[in-house]
């Protein structure tokens, strides 16, 4: 069993930043892919962006690429999602998730956190 506890999120003005965070404790941390999600009303769960244990892979949704960089410490158990240059489209309850898998895809997520709104105002 892997707990996943996500921080950070808050509210922010178009164009500022946030550090998402979040903190895994349970098994051995650096055996899961760990990735974020969002999802904002009345819409469907969005991957974002997935990093591997050793990080050496990382991979960004066409939404996120060039604004949000995912980032991880073995050592601490935790997982970043540093997002830039935000959006009022970014508003949303923002996921962490792992996988036992290599590479986490949407498909292969093992455990969730319960997660941490985002609201970028215009």
């Known amino acids: 069993q892997v707990q996943l506890v996500e921080s950070g999120g808050g509210l922010v003005q178009a164009g500022g930043s946030l550090r998402l965070s979040c903190a895994a404790s349970?098994?051995?941390?650096?055996?899961?892919?760990m990735g974020w999600f969002r999802q904002a009303p009345g819409k469907e769960r969005e991957f974002l962006a997935t990093i591997n244990w050793s990080r050496s892979f990382t991979f960004y949704s066409d939404s996120v690429k060039g604004r949000f960089t995912i980032s991880r410490d073995n050592a601490k158990n935790t997982v970043h999602l540093q997002m830039n240059s935000l959006k009022p489209e970014d508003t949303a309850v923002y996921y962490c998730?792992?996988?036992?898998?290599?590479?986490?895809?949407?498909?292969?997520?093992?455990?969730w956190g319960q997660g941490t709104q985002v609201t970028v105002s215009s």
């Open positions: 998730a792992a996988s036992s898998v290599g590479v986490l895809t949407t498909q292969n997520v093992n455990y």
């Open positions: 349970g098994r051995t941390f650096r055996n899961y892919a």
